[in-house]
């Protein structure tokens, strides 16, 4: 298979500060990372798209002010939630995909984001 | 408009009795279609990629088969640990990266 690690796995902040999560593919080379966002029982929404090295792809209604996406290597991808607000809250998750593994996205064990 | 539906939305079932999950989707061209487990609280798990029609997958419990129109995901005699939410996401060839997600069967199995 294909790891990929999320960290933290859980963060709680105030409103206001910012919040960096890292995405890191442990044993292969991800060309391509994908940042999503799922709310309770809802399926996932994708925030946006990032190759190593160019600037992310961001879905429409998805500020790129605020989620902000670095890919500075082939195994790192990290989003930055500038200011968070309470309405941020969510469950995070990376996915990250390889030019040797195909099509498959393999997927982060997600972010839970509390933001008081 | 490309699209993915999953049926049912929730399934319930005892301890060994075996069915199937549905994906249907409705894209320009198919590059690839993707089943994952999902655990409350937790990422997307890797179960099968499949990428044309007659192809099938299995794994131990699971087996995925693929027509042009949906997908289905078969549960032989399942375990109450096969309890989770099942995903089907399609990657379109019109797309570039993009994968659309269906919204998942929950499936409880009762032991």
């Known amino acids: 298979g294909a790891v990929v690690s999320q960290h933290p796995s859980r963060v709680i902040c105030k409103s206001g500060t910012s919040v960096k999560i890292e995405c890191r593919s442990l044993d292969f080379q991800a060309t391509t990372m994908f940042w999503y966002r799922q709310f309770p029982k809802q399926s996932l929404m994708l925030m946006a798209t990032s190759n190593e090295g160019s600037k992310a792809t961001y879905e429409q209604g998805v500020e790129k002010d605020k989620f902000l996406i670095n890919h500075a290597s082939l195994t790192l991808s990290t989003l930055t939630v500038t200011s968070a607000h309470p309405e941020d809250s969510s469950f995070y998750i990376c996915?990250?995909?390889?030019?040797?593994?195909?099509?498959?996205?393999?997927f982060g064990p997600g972010t839970r984001l509390l933001v008081l | 408009e490309d699209q993915v539906t999953q049926s049912p939305e929730a399934l319930r079932l005892q301890e060994g009795e075996s069915s199937s999950l549905n994906c249907s989707y409705t894209v320009s061209g198919l590059r690839g279609l993707f089943w994952y487990r999902q655990d409350p609280g937790k990422g997307p798990e890797f179960l099968f990629t499949?990428?044309?029609a007659g192809e099938e997958k299995e794994k131990e419990r699971l087996k995925a088969t693929l027509t042009k129109k949906e997908s289905f995901l078969h549960i032989t005699a399942p375990k109450p640990e096969d309890s989770a939410t099942y995903l089907c996401?399609?990657?379109?060839?019109?797309?570039?990266?993009?994968?659309?997600f269906g919204t998942g069967t929950s499936l409880t199995v009762i032991p």
């Open positions: 996915s990250a995909r390889g030019l040797d593994r195909g099509e498959t996205q393999y």
């Open positions: 996401a399609v990657h379109p060839r019109e797309t570039g990266n993009q994968f659309y």
């Open positions: 499949l990428y044309s």
